[in-house]
Every structure is written in structure tokens, then in C-alpha cells.
């Protein structure tokens, strides 16, 4: 239980954070979206179609915050459950943690891609990149510090990176 | 500060001094301790045995406990004792060098005739013959004679022994632990008549005299070419009861400067443990260690901690009536407040930490290996925080020694439990299993140990001492530890690092001890 602690901390503080943010994105003024929305929007339609926008954008990013979670319990749940009797058993630069953070990051990617297509009503084509982007950014601000932080010190990835380059440079 | 001094004689005291080496490894013994041995024998291998592992133990502390360079915390209990000798060594023999036969101890033939003849009827043609350089043969009125005759201030080995009477008129405590057999040679003459010499010179009320007096405890098949005077291992029990009567004697008539011991326990066990070799003096002469000898030393641990027992002259230890012997069964030594006393706690974090060190820690800290790791948190926060310096001679030192000291201390486990095993009785202390090869004891009376350690430990750890608690760490847990793990203030170097395995070698609280009183 002791090594499952630090995983539901980190979970919990995600959830948190991630409320906090779609609460702050939640309060700001439709307007400022209005920039970004279709030319075919003009006059009182276009409050409307930016709050519509407001509330895709936010969409996509607790989808992608959503993932990113996801994507961090898997890691920490197999780092916590992973035995290593012996330092020599530590892997260096685990393909599991590899595997893990492409496989969220490529669903971030398709996930995003879609919720931008079928229900960001109104986004300028131009922009779609762009949301897409800061979905990718949401998801690495929230995978990252938690694979990184919460794993176990004998599983932390910034360890085992720096033994997969320190056996490089031994190679 | 308490000066304690351990004398053994012959190669049961030799033994029992290998104990409480250990002992004082794991933290159960005194701050400072002197330390002697009694044999003409010098290449008993017994005594050979307990003086390499002196010399292991020394070495091993001093590189553990190098101010500047590696060295542990001061809370520490891991090699706490220091250890001295004498100037002249360790090993004192009762027979000069130059001397062969007890007719050249005594110059028989400048005897005058009235003592010559008393000499002759006190003593066989083949016992003034004997050559003394093995040993006294089982037969004590021969030691005695001859031991009597040489415990003086004016050798260089009993100096600091008689010099004690100065510490003691400083009002400084002084203990004086004996050790030796009732039933052998060397031992049973060497033991009262030694006893009966400090006690006549150190004659102060800061100075106590123990003793632990082995009863017969173990036989060996009779050797086929040894000459016809040899240890006969037949006439233990018969020498052991005539012994018995005479320090029965002794005791219930105290002498001019009072009784002779403090405290002095009585070991034995209920049958005669069987030895695998046969053999009578010299360098063949090295008995696998048992149980008793632990006992033995476990007895001048409390001694030394605690001080004689007022009430009682006369301590037996016993154990509880079962077909298993478990750590129960082990005395329990009482200590000061913040040592622990409980030898299960004690020895078994000694044994969990040798088995981690030997069998995973202490490979990958050699030389050419020890890079691969530099990487791992634990490594960064304990030794190269700490500037262990691991590419440096001291540092591989400090790691070889105590390497050593790890397989020394398993193998002299798994013997001890191994060999003190019989029909009726068997002693389940850890699972020796994992740990000790199959087959016979080696040259040095020691089992051998399993190449594969890790893989025969890594799974059963938590539970590779008997009764561990429930949550004594794996090693997956000690290494998380480590990784999460503060040198201690104080220490520095490779020793912080084996401080912080040693703690997370600890065993939890098993269940409550069942110690009959």
C-alpha cells in the first residue's frame, strides 16, 4: 500500500488542478475567442458561437489533461508493481515507460484531433493546429511531473534516462 | 569507562572468542574490550580461525571508522567495540618457545632428588615426555602445573591485564571474562589457576572476574595415529565430574581476597554434539563452531554491559523444552538504554545485512562495476555525496574487508547452526538453506556458502531469519529506501553508505519472544 500512496496523491492532485484550470478557463470573457472563430460569424451570433468555442476548447483540454492522467496512472501503477530485488534490475530507459508516453501521446493527438473536427463549433480551419498543440502541452504539463515525481525513486524515469545515456557513453 | 578484558583458553575459549567477535560486530558488545588468548598451541586451528577473524575485525572497523576518510555515525552499534591486544599479539602460551616437554619446563635433571622424585610420582614418564606444543592433551594436572608456573606481571602479555588494578584505583570498573573448557587440556587447567591469579593480584572491590567453564559438549572419533597421550574425547564426561567436585570445592570456600569468580555459568548441552572431523592439535585442530560457544559468549556480553550478577555465583542457561531450538531459546542480553539486547534483533540484522552486502551491494561497488551505477539515487545521495571515493585504494579497502567480514560472519552462522544440529533437536534460527552450500565443513571448520546467493535470498529475505516480523523489508524495499535514504550526520564516505544498509536491514518486530524465565 505504501508504494500505491504516492500514485493517488498524484492522481488527486492532477484532478485537482485540472478543476482549477477548466474553472479559470470557465471565467474568462467569450470574447477573447472571438478571434479565433469562422468568418461567417458576425454580429450577436458571434457571442453565442464564442461560447460555443469556449466550451470545445475547454473540451479538448480536459480530454487531454484526462489522458494525460490516464496515461500517468498506467506508469505509476506498473512502476509501483514492478519488483527489482537488485539494482543492476533497475532498467535503463524502461520500454515500458516508452511504450507508455507514445501510446497517450498518439491518442492525445487522434483524440484531439477529432473533438476539434466534430464538436469545436466554429473554430477557424487555420487554428485547428494550434488547439491541437496546447492539448499536446496540457497533456506533457500533466504526464510528465507525475511519471516523473510520483514514481518510486528506484523506477523514476529521470534515473533511468540517465542510465540508458550513461551506458551509451560507456558503449 | 568500563575496561573489559576477555581471556579464552584453549580451543573452546578460541571459539567462544570467535562469538563475541561477532557479537561485538553486531553491536552487543562493550565500547572497548581487550582481548587475549591462552594456548601453547599457537597453530591450533582454532585458535588460527578466531585470530584471522581478530585480525578481519580489527581491519574492517578500522576502515569503517576512518575520521576523514570513511566513517560511520556515532549512534552506530555496527563494529562499535574496539578491539586491543596485547603488545606481544594476541596468543600467550603457557610453554616457552625453547621448551618442548614439562622435564625442560622444570629442569628435571637439575631437580634436587626429594623434588625430582615427588615430580616422578605426581607425573607419568609419557606425560613429562609430551610435547607441549600441541597442547596439554586432556590433561589438566599437567596445565595446571605448567600454567601456574608462568602467569606473571613480567610477561608481556599479561601486562595490560595486571595493569588493570590502576584502572580500578581510578574507580573505574574493571571485568575480567574467562573462558575455557572443564573437560579438555589446556582449558580446564588453565581456567581456575589464571582466575586464581588475577583474583590474588587485582584485588579490588571495581574488579570483577567472570567465567564461563564449557561442560563436555561435543566428541570427535578417536584419531588412529596420535600418539599414546591425545585428548581422549571417552573421558570428557568422567574429567568433567571429578572437575566439577573440585570447583564445587573451590567455590563453597572463598579465599583470603574473596570467592574466586563473580559469576560463573555453567554451558552444556544434552548430548554430545558429534563432530565431522577428528583431530588432536595443531593445525588440523579446527572444530566447527556450536552453540554453546555462542552461549558462552552471550554470557560475557552481559557481563560486560550489565556487570556480575549480585545474587547468584553460579548461572546456568537454559533452554526451552522442544524438539527446535529457535532465537527463544537465546538468552537475551540486557543493555543500556537505547541498545537493543534482543540477540534475534541483533544477529538477525547482522545476518540480513551480511546476505544484502555479499550477496548484492558489495559487488557493485568494485572497482571497474561501481560506475554503472552512479546514476541510481542512491548512489548520488550515499557515496557520492559523501565523497566515498570508490575509485580509490581506501574505499575498496573498507569494501573488500568488510566483504570478507560478511562471508565470514554467514559461513560461521550456517556452520553454527548446521553442525549443532542432531537427532531430537533441530536448531531453526534463519533458513541456512539459502545461504549454505551442501557438504562437510572446509579445512577452517566452516561450511561453504552458495555462489548464487542473491538468487537464493532475493525472494525469502523478509522471512530468511526465523519469526521476522511481518514487515521486515525485502530487498525491493531496501533498495526503494535507500534510493529515498540521508546519509546520517556524521557519517562520510563508503560508511555512510553501509550505515544506511545496515538500518534498513533492521527486522520488524516479530512476535513477542516466549523466554522462560
Known amino acids: 500500500m505504501k508504494k500505491f500512496i504516492p500514485t493517488l496523491l498524484a492522481v488527486f492532485i492532477q484532478v485537482v488542478a485540472c478543476a482549477i484550470i477548466v474553472a479559470l478557463l470557465n471565467m474568462l470573457d467569450p470574447n477573447l475567442f472571438s478571434g479565433l472563430l469562422d468568418d461567417r460569424f458576425s454580429g450577436r451570433s458571434q457571442k453565442f458561437a464564442a461560447e460555443d468555442l469556449k466550451f470545445g476548447i475547454i473540451v479538448v483540454f480536459v480530454s487531454s489533461i484526462g489522458l494525460a492522467i490516464l496515461g500517468s496512472l498506467v506508469w505509476l501503477v506498473y512502476a509501483a508493481m514492478k519488483v527489482v530485488y537488485h539494482p543492476k534490475d533497475v532498467p535503463a530507459l524502461s520500454p515500458v515507460w516508452s511504450a507508455n508516453t507514445l501510446l497517450f501521446f498518439l491518442a492525445t493527438i487522434v483524440l484531439d484531433y477529432l473533438l476539434v473536427g466534430r464538436f469545436v463549433y466554429g473554430l477557424r480551419v487555420g487554428y485547428t493546429v494550434h488547439v491541437v498543440l496546447l492539448g499536446l502541452l496540457a497533456f506533457l504539463v500533466f504526464y510528465y511531473p507525475a511519471t516523473f515525481f510520483a514514481t518510486r525513486p528506484t523506477m523514476r524515469p529521470s534515473v533511468l534516462f540517465r542510465n540508458r545515456l550513461f551506458a551509451r557513453s560507456q558503449a | ?517
Not at chain 2, 622444570?106 to 606425560?127: C, K, P, T, V, W
Open chain 2, 1 to 517: 569507562m568500563t575496561k573489559s578484558y576477555f581471556i579464552g583458553i584453549g580451543g573452546t575459549g578460541a571459539r567462544c572468542a570467535e562469538a563475541m567477535l561477532h557479537l561485538c560486530a553486531a553491536g552487543l558488545g562493550p565500547e572497548d574490550m581487550w582481548i587475549g588468548f591462552v594456548d601453547p598451541d599457537s597453530s591450533n586451528g582454532n585458535l588460527e580461525r578466531t585470530k584471522e577473524m581478530l585480525q578481519l575485525y580489527q581491519a574492517t572497523r578500522a576502515a569503517l571508522r576512518n575520521p576523514g576518510t570513511s566513517q560511520v555515525s556515532q549512534e552506530t552499534p555496527l563494529f562499535r567495540t574496539e578491539i586491543r591486544t596485547a603488545r606481544s599479539g594476541a596468543c600467550w602460551s603457557q610453554v616457552p618457545a625453547e621448551v618442548t616437554s614439562m622435564r625442560d619446563l622444570f629442569h628435571h635433571s637439575a631437580m634436587e632428588e626429594d623434588g625430582r622424585n615427588l615430580f616422578d610420582a605426581l607425573y607419568l614418564r609419557e606425560e613429562q615426555d609430551m610435547d607441549l606444543s600441541h597442547g596439554f592433551r586432556a590433561r589438566p594436572a599437567v596445565g595446571a602445573a605448567v600454567v601456574g608456573a608462568r602467569v606473571a606481571p613480567e610477561e608481556d602479555f599479561w601486562q595490560d591485564v595486571f595493569a588493570a588494578v590502576h584502572e580500578a584505583k581510578q574507580n573505574r570498573d574493571v571485568r575480567i571474562f574467562i573462558v575455557g573448557s572443564v573437560f579438555g587440556g589446556t582449558g580446564a587447567s588453565g581456567f581456575p589457576v589464571i582466575a586464581g591469579r588475577l583474583r590474588e593480584a587485582l584485588n579490588s572491590p571495581r574488579v570483577s572476574i567472570s567465567g564461563a567453564l564449557a561442560l563436555p559438549y561435543f566428541t570427535y572419533a578417536e584419531p588412529e595415529s596420535a600418539g599414546p597421550i591425545y585428548a581422549h574425547p571417552g573421558a570428557f564426561i568422567h574429567q568433567a565430574r571429578g572437575a566439577l567436585e573440585h570447583y564445587r570445592d573451590m567455590l563453597s570456600r572463598p579465599g583470603p581476597n574473596g570467592p574466586l569468580f563473580d559469576n560463573l555459568y555453567m554451558l552444556g548441552w544434552p548430548r554430545l554434539l558429534s563432530l565431522p572431523v577428528s583431530r588432536t592439535g595443531g593445525k588440523g585442530q579446527c572444530n566447527p563452531p556450536l552453540l554453546p560457544e555462542l552461549y558462552g559468549a552471550l554470557a560475557a556480553a552481559r557481563f560486560f554491559l550489565n556487570g556480575p550478577t549480585r545474587d547468584a555465583r553460579i548461572l546456568h542457561i537454559a533452554r526451552n523444552a522442544s524438539p527446535e531450538l529457535t532465537w527463544d531459546d537465546l538468552p537475551g542480553v540486557e543493555t543500556a538504554a537505547g541498545m537493543d539486547g534482543e540477540v534475534k534483533t541483533v544477529l538477525g540484522r547482522m545476518l540480513r545485512f551480511s546476505a544484502a552486502f555479499r550477496g548484492v551491494y558489495g559487488p557493485l561497488l568494485a572497482r571497474p562495476n561501481h560506475r554503472l551505477y552512479e546514476r541510481h539515487l542512491w548512489y548520488r545521495r550515499l557515496l557520492a555525496a559523501t565523497n566515498a571515493g570508490l575509485d580509490g585504494d581506501p574505499a575498496q579497502n573498507a569494501r573488500t574487508k568488510l566483504d570478507s567480514y560478511c562471508r565470514a560472519f554467514l559461513r560461521w552462522m550456517v556452520t553454527i547452526v548446521r553442525c549443532s544440529s542432531h537427532d531430537g533437536l533441530a536448531v531453526n534460527l534463519f533458513n541456512d538453506g539459502s545461504i549454505g552450500a551442501d557438504g562437510p565443513p572446509d579445512g577452517d571448520g566452516l561450511l561453504l556458502l552458495h555462489d548464487d546467493l542473491f538468487e537464493r535470498v532475493k525472494r525469502i529475505f523478509p522471512t530468511l531469519v526465523t519469526d521476522s516480523g511481518p514487515d521486515s523489508t525485502s530487498l525491493e524495499t531496501i533498495l526503494d529506501n535507500l534510493n529515498a535514504a540521508r546519509p546520517k550526520p556524521g557519517a562520510e564516505g563508503l560508511s555512510a553508505f553501509v550505515e544506511a544498509l545496515f538500518e534498513q536491514c533492521a527486522l520488524a518486530n516479530g512476535k513477542p519472544l516466549r523466554r522462560s524465565a
